[in-house]
């Protein structure tokens, strides 16, 4: 993106590191102390300029602590004591602070705010650190922190590195960072008008790449500009087919989200014919769920996730037999006041959180497993937490699938729902059928909440925003119908995300809407409706 | 079918605009004329390339094994079911097939339904107000009014049903015998062309079973009726041409002791040993 | 098998069933009769807890000494061996044939989880249609769905309202024999609902004449006078 | 029973002959009468004193009322559960509001003669086509009710010609609504997007923030509600009205005694939307903001509840829930803040658990008692 | 009377999607009665709350004003959150000649003689925050992104206004996006603006997303891996608060501007910061912007009704006008004819504890501009409101006072 190196001085560097590496044996600790209290200082500075050169002093002493303070400074916890001394913060959550001396890495207890000033960097700063880091990293022997560097340097390269890069390529025993590296040099080349490099270049779908390339098309050159603006057709085309797949990606996402969310009330509403306006809140206090683990195992994040997932499912299924015991067992054949009870409950639930958690929203945190993306090439990654997203909404579809289908149960709510007096003369114990099953929609309702704390906010609005997208994908896949609801969730997220980049967002959201009260012009009863004598009355 | 054309066809849209329905044409031949109907549900052919005619004024019993079709037959004529193939005409002017349900109803085609149907939140007595041949459009519907010869008319059908003690009675609350007099009753209300009668005397004692009979027999002449029913003795107490359906289509058809006689209509619907019958 | 002492039963205020006493002899048919009204869907629904009784006592002999039935929930009254075909067929409309057949396996003590096969011999049409809608079938076939619905929890006590309503003629003299047949071999006693009186004749044991909510008349079946039908089943 | 036949010569005369009828008019107008002498009569620091703030509140509680006969009046007797029924409210209003917007010349912040503030700032150079018309009042007032009128007939064409019913019916008309609110969020729609539309003047020449307009508009949302509630019953006692029922009961057997269904629950809807648009440009100048909120599927739901809360079908009752719903809002979000939403809902729950049908359903009850226990106990038979 | 409280109206919702943003701010002003009754209370009077829920409700919003004037005739108010809150209760505190404290940045273009705009208008928020993109990170492409309302709109307007004329950024480099409130899906949006800033040249995206939305849209930034060293967000209605419900870690580094963080490194800040915690009882609280626009207009009204000598509305109105007193950061606030009040600008990095390290900030406060010069309808507007002149929309090329005072007062003149 920026020059942000001046190229002698990454020469420094290189040489520097090596050197450093030999030299370090032989330095004495306390001759090193005044120093490296010297180089601190020099960061406590206002000017960011002042901060950058100070970094590069750092960077240039031969401390062998040098990147461990370059990556607190990063982290942004290096900081300094009101009486001069500088710390390391090991945690800055709440007001008070354990902290760790920089020099000598001792502990220090707990600090207050007040005491510590932080070293402040900004964005450029940033980039420094990271590139500096990155370019000692690239002699690191972990493979993964070379090819981090190594993708830093596409576009980053000119003459002076050019040359002790092309010795690195030649070392590296690893491929990939070996493919970066000489995609980096090849860049290099391009933009000094070697044809070589284009050749190099051809079908590399990195954005870098294309900008060297776009660049080259318009060169002086026209045998350079010719090869450059054939390799980018090329590399557009297959641009193109991966942006197809990413919107299928994003559609098939945004759709195991509203499948999440409905499916709950697909059972609710859409087998026992509830009208569960609380079916929201469920959600919410899955997602709920999922705080409070995470609050009960701080720093496990991901184990708080894996046991809510149990954990959501029975909060909300318990709230869901309260509800069902508490006043829509009262309700029996009278379906529409269910709506109105329910709505009354869901003010309840809102309000309960407000007063009990919080107005505000509640930070969930995302496991490092979760985060980031799956990278399929350089122009398509699939982000994690939207694909354990759309795998757990599977799951919990087929499961969901398998109770109804094949188990005793699915088979004596369904009769319970379609006539219930003569249910229970055939010996169909109704109201534990509906116990059971409020519970089990309630549940997965607590489980999408579960999923979706790792893509929203978790706050006493949650259900609010699900509740009105969940009535239309049950109601639009036909009511009463699992498969419905998959494929309609799916396609309304498919069909949303395939018009959004030309509609824009509101206008997306608008076309499908029209659509489905179109859709629903022509199959008035959804997409997979109810057929037979009986549902045509 | 397009939006466009059934805007412009604005006698659709506006009640007050559509042609007073032309009466039904009987002058050259049946009233009811079925050809070829077929129809199937997922591939299963509940009528199979049905012909069936039905004169003016006559009275006409239909039978057959449970499943033979009887009741979809009626589905098709009352335009509730679409056949896959075939032809259905009322009368020489009106295919039915290109007719909606109340178009055919107000053709002066009345239905008893063989799952007695009545409209629960009304009285007994609006229960047959509703019925009654009347200008169904909208305004006229919107300013009708209670004449006191609609409620003549009214009463001496509930005295023919026997429901004049519950006329103010929600139908809802109607046991299924009851149900089903009010159900003949509605019909009696539409004066129809033609009625086609499902089941009339299912959940009636032998009495009210001779009435209906009586019922049945005076309107034919003046009106068509056509009647399905599994009650033999009733049947052979009405009837005077008899159509056996089977597996949808005609398996015989000729007066009741001719096709009670046919030994395939033995074999599949009335049993060997038919006491009822006899 | 049954007694019925005292029943009253109201539908918000009208009084429906009138100090009503009934006794269902075991292994035997009992067939009420009556007009349209008179209260012979409820006094069925009654005993199967579908209505709610205002007081009286239905005593029924199970397999454990004699049961209170108005003690009892709905659904536990069939798991005591109480099978019952309603008016109207009240067949679940979309489930499927077996599956409607199905539910009556929940009322069963042997935890069966196949519909047996005796089902489909007595009503092969229903074998047929196994996996069609419920409420697709024909009136007639709803029926049999139900009758056989009810025999699936093998019954000790079965009640049938108007059972051949709807049914083609050589299949309620079926259903005739079936039911002597059940009542021989398997000792089950019947409480039959039925206007057709060559049907009742034919194939019930004792009769009971129902007028405005309580029995009017009753005895063997052969005492079924001309006049005794004039007089209560007349409009 | 309502067969009972009137001697009325017209249709629209019929409800006058019912005692529910006679009993709701009654009431209301004593109600109008006794806030407006109590208003205007009696001194400021009086105890019985209704100010100027209450008349408003009161204004704006009966253009609820209407709106909730109106849904009453589809839900109730035609079965159709619309839960987008503030979509016609929010049009009727929006009319009101451009005719307001229109209203306040160049008094505006940027002074423009021709274009609303909004517009100005976001460098509108003339205004869009559909704001023409509407500085006339004439023009304005018959878009209050030929706009909603005019989508309800569109829609409830391609809806009921489709025999569109139950929960798919209901899903649509939510669709709609919520699609026009992301419509009119939309700053491009040129209807004030979020902001909507504000900072009225003047109605017919009257100074809207002066207290006698505030009077006056209550008084005329107060006979408005008359005259819908009028209408409606005039609507459900006629024949028409069964045949709605019987739509609502049994749909498919309504046609096949000769009913064109479709056409009825057109009309009957139309007319509804029509009532909803009245109300809601009875609203707008009264609580002087429109804005797409009254689109948002929540507020048609909330609709829906006022009725079932009043009593679902008997009329009076959709009138009562609207009052008692937004008066205990009033009255809990004053008093309790923190907490009014648990109130509320408690309420909700309570009504419906205790009373199935509604507070109406509890007067009758009372009546049904009081009528019970007036004649001494006769012999049945 | 003189011994009868004075009551102080508060008008923010506490129900509904505003209760969020609105709650702690209806706690802020009760903490500063607290203090303000712990202090003596004002004139030798006690303070007293009156506290309503307008429920993100905007008629129930000019309801509750109503309500608070006209009823409970209380003396000022502080409250809303969203403009088109501020616009439904305009009418009625101007009607019922009453005070309106509005504590939120919000895009100008208004001045009326009962608000007091103590949180930022574009010019104080928007405008240095694009130069300090500009001229200190070396930012040459725009994604504006921002939720479909009249804030963002009006402040994108003016922005793109102001970068095309002032800092010749070419059409092709200005990407616009507006989204429905509450957006939760941005898996498109994000791509769309990571492509746009692949295309070589520094990048940075100015969000006025509000509220929820934004929890899902960094989420999405952070697992489509953008990261604040490439692209830079900087959010206009991002706070502290707001961070509150997001996992910070991997946003460090996006900006956001404001008149005040909660990590303002001043004896004041840590004062406040600390009632606030004791306040709320809940050790993790936080404090952000419009808490603080709130803590200065209070101060101002408090020092303004002692100056008065009394709580009179007019009487307050005339005497706020140069009220200065000190904001949390250091410096001092002053009430500016134009009803808006001088504040520095803040530019702050997300920190991965969820406060924002201050990287920037402007030399000296800044005034509230109330018409934007970049727009050609406000260009020559100007809001006065002490006498003579007393207008909040003077038209200095006409010379004349248009809009609703004059009407107002033709009225005022024809009704006498
Ligand atoms: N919608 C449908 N889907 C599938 N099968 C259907 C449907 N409607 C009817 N059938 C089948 O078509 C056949 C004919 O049914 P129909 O009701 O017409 O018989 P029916 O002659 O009236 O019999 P019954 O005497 O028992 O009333 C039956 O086998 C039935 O199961
Ligand atoms: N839910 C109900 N509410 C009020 N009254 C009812 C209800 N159900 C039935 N009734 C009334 O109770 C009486 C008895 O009804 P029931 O259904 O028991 O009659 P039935 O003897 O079975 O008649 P049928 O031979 O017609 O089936 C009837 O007069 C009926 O109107
Ligand atoms: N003023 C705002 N942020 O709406
Ligand atoms: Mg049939
Ligand atoms: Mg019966």
Known sequence: ??????????????????????????????????????????????????????????????????????????????????????????????????????????????????????????????????????????????????????????????????????????????????????????????????????????????????????????????????????????????????????????????????????????????????????????????????????????????????????????????????????????????????????????LILQQLVRTVISPLNRTVITPEWMSGSLVINDALSLTLNRMFVLGFALVVFAALMLIMRRTRLGLEVRAVTQNRAMARSMGIRATRVDIMTFALGSGVAGLAGVALSQLTNVGPNLGQNYIIDSFMVVVFGGVGNLWGTLVAGLSLGIINQVLEPWAGAVLAKIIVLVFIILFIQKRPRGLFPQKGRAAEG | MSLLQSLTTRDRVFDFMAPQASPVDVRHGPILYMEDVTVSFDGFKAINNLNLTIDDGELRCIIGPNGAGKTTMMDIITGKTRPNAGSVWFGSRHNLLQMNEPDIASLGIGRKFQKPTVFEALSVFENLELAMAADKRIFPTLTARMTGEIKDRINEVLETIGLTELRYQPAGILSHGQKQWLEIGMLLMQRPRLLLVDEPVAGMTEQEMERTAELLTGLAGKQSVVVVEHDMGFVRSIARKVTVLHQGSVLAEGSMDQVSSDPKVVEVYLGADDEEAA | MLAIEKLNQFYGESHTLWDLDLDVPEGQCTCVMGRNGVGKTTLMKAIMGEVAVKSGQLRYQGEGGEIELTKKAVEARSRLGIGFVPQGRQIFPLLSVEENLRTGLAARSDGLKKIPERIYELFPVLKEMKHRRGGDLSGGQQQQLAIGRALVIEPKLLILDEPGEGIQPNIVTQIGQVIRQLIKEDGLTVLLVEQKLPFARKYADRFVIMDRGRPVAKGEIAELSNELIKQHLTV | ??????????????????????????????????????HVALPQGHPLHVNAYTVNLFGKYLSYALLAVAVDLVWGYLGILSLGHGAFFAIGGYAMGMYLMRQIGDRGTYGDPVLPDFMVFLNWDSLPWYWLGFDMAWFAFAMVLLAPGLLALVFGFLAFRSRVTGVYLSIITQALTFALMLAFFRNEMGFGGNNGLTDFRELLGYNLRSNDTRLGLFIATGVALALGYILCRAIVTSKLGRVCVATRDAEARTRFIGYRVERFQLFVFVVSAMLAGLAGALYVPQVGIINPSEFSPIFSIEIVLWVALGGRATLYGAVIGAILVNYAKTIFTGVMPDAWLFALGAMFVLVTVLLPKGVAGLLLHLKRRKKSAALPKEATA | ??????????????????????????????????????????????????????????????????????????????????????????????????????????????????????????????????????????????????????????????????????????????????????????????SEIRRFGEEGKPTAVISTINGDANVPFYTELSNQGIDAADIPVIAFSVGEQELTGIDTGPLVGHLAAWNYFMSVDTDDNYDFIDAWIDYTGDEEAVTNDPMEAHYIGFNMWAEAVRKAGTTDVDAVKDAIIGVAVPNLSGGYAAMMPNHHITKPVLIGEVQDNGQFDIVWQTPSTVAGDAWSDYLPGSRDLIADWRKPMECGNFNVVNGSCGGSTAAEEAEAALAE
Request: hydrophobic share 45%; charged share 20%; aromatic share 6%.
């Open chain 4, 1 to 38: 029973m309502m067969t009972q036949s009137s001697s009325s010569q017209f249709w629209l005369t019929r409800p006058f002959g019912e005692r529910a009828t006679q009993i709701f008019l009654g009431v209301l107008f004593a109600a109008l009468l006794l806030v407006t002498v109590l």
């Open chain 5, 1 to 190: 009377q003189d011994d009868d409280p004075i009551k102080v109206g508060i008008l923010h919702s506490l129900s509904g999607t505003m209760a969020i943003s609105e709650t702690v701010l209806k706690d802020t002003v009760e903490m500063l009665i607290e203090q303000q009754n712990d202090a003596g209370g004002l004139l030798g009077r006690q303070l007293e709350a009156v506290v309503v829920d307008p429920a993100s409700n905007w008629p129930l919003f000019a309801e509750r004003a109503r309500e608070l004037l006209a009823q409970e005739e209380v003396d000022v108010i502080f409250g809303n959150w969203t403009s088109v809150s501020r616009k439904a209760v305009l009418p009625v505190v101007e009607e019922l000649n009453g005070l309106l404290f509005y504590p939120v940045q919000y895009e100008g273009e208004e001045s009326s003689e009962n608000v007091f705009y103590t949180g930022a208008a574009p010019n104080q928020q928007a405008i240095p925050a694009v130069e300090y993109l500009i001229n200190e990170v070396g930012i040459e492409r725009f994604a504006l992104v921002g939720t479909d309302y009249v804030y963002p709109r009006t402040t994108n307007r003016i922005l793109e206004a102001f970068l095309k004329d002032e800092h010749g950024i070419a059409d092709e480099d200005i990407m616009i996006n507006y989204t429905p409130f509450g957006h939760s899906d941005w898996q498109n949006i994000v």
């Open chain 1, 1 to 346: 993106m920026r020059r942000f190196f001046s190229l002698g001085l990454l020469c420094l560097l290189l040489l520097s590191v090596t050197v450093t590496a030999q030299a370090q044996t032989s330095a004495t600790v306390e001759a090193n102390d005044a120093a490296a209290l010297e180089l601190l200082n020099a960061l406590d500075v206002r000017s960011y300029s002042a901060k950058g050169e100070a970094i590069n002093a750092i960077l240039q002493s031969d401390d062998e602590r040098a990147r461990d303070w370059l990556q607190s400074l990063l982290d942004g916890r290096l900081q300094r004591t009101d009486d001069g001394r500088f710390v390391v913060v090991l945690d800055n959550q709440g007001r008070d602070w354990p902290v760790a001396d920089a020099l000598t890495n001792e502990p220090l207890g707990e600090m207050s705010r007040r005491d510590l000033d932080r070293i402040g960097i900004n964005n450029n700063l940033r980039n420094q650190l990271r590139s500096a880091i990155a370019v000692v990293d690239l002699y690191s022997p972990n493979v993964e922190r070379r090819r981090i560097s190594a993708s830093r340097l596409l576009g980053e390269v000119d003459e002076e590195l050019a040359e002790p890069l092309s010795q690195l390529i030649a070392e590296e025993e690893d491929a990939e960072v070996a493919r970066r590296l000489t995609q980096a040099l090849a860049i290099y080349q391009v933009e000094s008008g070697e044809l070589e490099g284009v050749e190099t270049l051809r079908g590399s779908l990195h954005p870098r790449v294309r900008v060297a390339l776009s660049r080259a098309a318009n060169s002086d050159d026209p045998i350079i500009a010719d090869a450059a603006n054939e390799a980018l057709s090329s590399i557009e085309q297959n641009l193109k087919i991966n942006r197809g797949l990413e919107t299928l990606y994003f559609g098939l996402s945004l759709g195991s989200v509203l499948v999440l969310a409905a499916i709950g009330l697909a059972i609710t509403f859409g087998v026992m014919g509830v009208i569960n306006m609380a079916h929201g809140e469920l959600i919410m206090l899955g997602a709920y769920t999922t705080w409070m683990m995470q609050q009960l195992l701080p720093g496990q994040p991901g184990l708080a996730l894996i046991l809510s997932i149990p954990a959501g499912f029975m909060v909300a299924a318990l709230v869901g037999i309260a509800i069902e015991r508490g006043v829509i067992q009262f309700l029996k054949g009278r379906p529409l006041e269910t709506l109105l009870a329910t709505f009354g409950i869901s």
